[in-house]
């Protein structure tokens, strides 16, 4: 069975500063792995994806995220963040067949200037 | 990447009535999937709707709730039916593209009263 589990329901950050969402995951087969950005009233968008290939993934708007399957995390991380990224963020596995994805509970990112 | 349509994006309803939700996509596709996002919380997967078949749905959501059409490769429809309050919610149709990926709709915002 797969599940994310996301720490940190609400995180702030200033302007500039780094950016650091948490994510980690239990998956009972090679997991693939995927953050999702939401937007107020707006539906999901994907920043980036893991399906086996390199382990430090580069996504859209300057976010990348790094597979550690000895710490079975998927953490996302943005050197410097900007008021454009205020948002709720998801983390989700697949069930490998890319059919089922399961979501964490979602972090909201506020940024303060 | 797949465009997604879903209509209405909103509606408000009165408990016991049914409401139909559509998901229209501009390519052909073989999976599509109807997520609930509760408010507050993350999406939950209702069902998975393949062409020319019956939909399979997740534990905790049954045919004769959420009725599922899926009469061709581009358009699905989600039915809510005998609504009560507890069925606000956002839902959210998608799709499997590129063989990896999921792509969400914009979503319709439901408001039991």
């Known amino acids: 069975a797969q599940s994310v589990t996301q720490l940190g329901s609400h995180v702030s950050v200033s302007e500039g500063a780094l950016v650091l969402l948490r994510c980690n995951y239990s998956?009972?087969?090679?997991?693939?792995l995927f953050w999702y950005v939401q937007y107020p009233n707006q539906g999901l968008q994907l920043l980036l994806k893991y399906t086996s290939a390199a382990t430090l993934v580069k996504g859209i708007n300057g976010f990348e995220a790094e597979f550690k399957k000895s710490e079975t995390s998927f953490h996302l991380t943005k050197p410097s963040a900007h008021m454009s990224d205020a948002a709720e963020y998801f983390c989700?596995?697949?069930?490998?067949?890319?059919?089922?994805?399961?979501f964490g509970s979602g972090t909201k990112l506020n940024v303060k200037p | 990447s797949a465009v997604i349509s879903q209509k209405p994006s909103r509606d408000i309803c009165q408990r016991g009535t049914s409401l139909t939700i559509q998901c229209q996509v501009d390519?052909?596709?073989?999976?599509m999937f109807w997520y609930r996002q509760q408010p507050g919380q993350s999406l939950t997967l209702i069902a998975t709707?393949?062409?020319?078949?019956?939909?399979?749905?997740e534990s905790g959501f049954v045919i004769d709730k959420f009725p599922i059409s899926r009469p061709n490769l581009t358009f699905s429809t989600l039915t809510v039916s005998n609504m009560s309050p507890e069925d606000s919610s956002i839902y959210l149709c998608?799709?499997?593209?590129?063989?990896?990926?999921?792509?969400f709709g914009p979503g319709t915002r439901l408001t039991v009263l």
């Open positions: 989700a596995v697949s069930d490998g067949n890319f059919n089922k994805f399961y």
């Open positions: 390519s052909q596709v073989t999976m």
């Open positions: 998608s799709v499997e593209d590129r063989g990896n990926e999921q792509f």
């Open positions: 709707a393949n062409q020319g078949s019956e939909a399979t749905y």
């Open positions: 998956s009972s087969v090679p997991p693939y």
